[in-house]
């Protein structure tokens, strides 16, 4: 399995906004995605930001492709969720996953 993580930054008043643009329209496109495995919604406020990081999951790179396109580090960020985010990774990391408890 490979985690795909993405980082932003946003206004403390923005960051529900964010969360509901990918409960509402982000993940319901991905769950269609063959090879999807599921997602985190990581967040943290410092200071007068929330950092947020989102965590996908997929089979594999290959699964990744049809998500991303050719170039798999390429963020991909709608126009809507750009303009809650004060800044944002252009590229992710993929990691493969090692251990994963779900308990």
């Known amino acids: 399995m490979i985690a795909r993580v993405w980082s932003a ?5 923005r960051a529900p906004a964010y969360a509901e643009h990918l409960r509402s329209q982000v ?4 769950r269609a995605e063959n090879g999807y495995e599921g997602a985190m ?4 406020e410092v ?3 929330v950092e947020i990081v989102v965590v996908t999951f997929w089979r594999s790179l290959d699964a990744i492709r049809t998500f991303s396109g050719p170039d ?3 963020a991909v960020v709608a126009d809507e969720a750009a303009a809650l ?3 944002f ?4 990391k993929h990691y493969e ?3 994963k408890d779900d308990k």
Request: glycine letters at 0%; hydrophobic letters at 50%.
């Open 47 to 49: 200071a007068d930001v």
């Open 9 to 13: 930054r946003t206004a403390p008043d």
């Open 97 to 99: 996953v090692a251990v």
């Open 41 to 44: 919604l990581l967040e943290r």
């Open 72 to 74: 798999l580090e390429r």
């Open 85 to 87: 985010l004060a800044q």
């Open 89 to 92: 990774d252009r590229r992710v």
């Open 27 to 30: 993940l319901p496109s991905i």
